[in-house]
């Protein structure tokens, strides 16, 4: 189980990403695009380019962990590729959480998501 602790290390990864991609070839990118360990304890992230789906890529220890989202109205707010270094940005746990939950960490406000009743 993921557990967003204020010690857990997050990064974005800018580009857009394949969504077909699983276990394997998100441990690649992660090792050969952005320069990380992926067995490090962080947590990955990933989005298309529509950015409307995201995954997360997360070693626990024991294994890896491949946790996806997909949106079924709007987009998820995303830094520019300019935003990041060695394109990936490093994230607060806070503020992936705060992502994830549709609040555009640029303004801090939320964005129009479908939310079903």
Not at 9 to 24: I, N, T, Y
Not at 43 to 58: E, G, Q, T
Not at 64 to 78: I, Q
Request: proline share 5%; hydrophobic share 40%.
């Amino acid at each position: 189980m993921l557990t967003l602790s204020g010690s857990l290390r997050v990064f974005l990864a800018l580009e857009p990403c394949d969504m077909r991609k699983s276990f394997d070839s998100l441990h690649a990118l992660v090792t050969g695009q952005l320069g990380e360990d992926p067995r490090s304890g962080a947590v990955f992230v990933f989005s298309n380019r529509s950015r409307n789906r995201i995954k997360l890529l997360h070693w626990d220890g024991t294994g890896l962990w491949v946790h996806a989202k997909r949106l079924e109205k709007g987009t998820f707010s995303w830094p520019k590729p300019s935003d990041g270094r060695g394109g990936k940005l490093k994230l607060a746990p806070e503020a992936l959480a705060m992502l994830t939950d549709g609040i555009d960490l640029k303004g801090a406000r939320m964005r129009p998501w479908y939310e079903r009743e």
